[in-house]
């Protein structure tokens, strides 16, 4: 079956730099979604990508689709301790019509001031 | 974005009893919903999709028996746990979708989870 991978799965990063979270997929998606999830909360939709090669950008986060449509990014820069949670990428495989969603591992951030 | 409500927040049951958790979309119809299950420090898996007026669809490995969906209307869906025994404990989420049709491309909306405790 289809599966999302994510690296790096915990990421410690000193606050002001940049760091980049990866998610792979073994088939072609229809669309990937990116989620936040602080500790003990539940996960928050960030973006949607559903285009090939699409860049979307929100404030210090810079997220790309990749051109096969089986990869994607997760980019933030300057760092703030306010980016702390796990960051899940999420596919929607091009195969499925009702919008399931394969979970990435997640990638856990932690921010030292 | 939808607003998506769970309840109960927490629930903590003894081993051999049935535990039911609603999932409401509160501000629009949700035509799909559905159930992930999350361990500890691991990533949400899907258990079930749940398409209102007809039977859910259970992944592989989840047993339709023990985790009865019941998807009655366009704004609720309930999950139980049926028979709970400690390893059930786990925080179960719903999500939402609500456009009708095979559309793919739509964002899912999570309600704030249920965190179940099985003693």
């Known amino acids: 079956g289809q599966q999302v991978m994510q690296i790096p799965q915990y990421q410690h990063v000193q606050e002001g730099e940049d760091f980049t979270t990866y998610c792979n997929s073994s088939?072609?998606?229809?669309?990937i979604q990116w989620y936040k999830q602080r500790p003990g909360g539940h996960p928050v939709f960030l973006i949607q990508?559903?285009?090939?090669?699409e860049v979307k950008k929100q404030k210090r986060l810079t997220f790309q689709f990749g051109e096969a449509k089986k990869n994607s990014s997760l980019h933030i820069t300057a760092t703030q301790t306010t980016d702390v949670g796990t960051y899940f990428c999420?596919?929607?495989?091009?195969?499925?019509?009702?919008?399931?969603?394969?979970f990435g591992a997640g990638t856990q951030v932690v921010v030292t001031p | 974005g939808a607003v998506v409500s769970q309840h109960p927040s927490w629930v903590i049951c003894k081993s051999g009893t049935s535990v039911k958790i609603e999932c409401r979309s509160l501000?629009?119809?949700?035509?799909?919903m559905f159930w992930y299950r999350q361990f500890p420090k691991q990533s949400l898996m899907l258990m079930a999709t749940?398409?209102?007026?007809?039977?859910?669809?259970?992944e592989q490995g989840v047993e339709k028996d023990k985790f009865l969906i019941n998807h009655a209307s366009l704004t609720l869906s309930t999950l139980t746990v049926t028979s709970a025994h400690p390893e059930d404990s786990s925080f179960y989420i719903c999500?939402?979708?609500?456009?009708?049709?095979?559309?793919?491309?739509?964002?899912?909306?999570f309600g704030p989870g249920t965190r179940l405790t099985v003693l």
């Open positions: 990508l559903v285009k090939s090669g």
């Open positions: 088939t072609t998606l229809s669309n």
């Open positions: 749940s398409n209102e007026g007809s039977k859910a669809t259970y």
């Open positions: 999500s939402v979708r609500g456009v009708r049709g095979p559309i793919s491309g739509d964002t899912q909306y």
């Open positions: 501000d629009f119809q949700a035509t799909t």
């Open positions: 999420a596919g929607s495989p091009a195969t499925d019509s009702w919008g399931k969603l394969q």
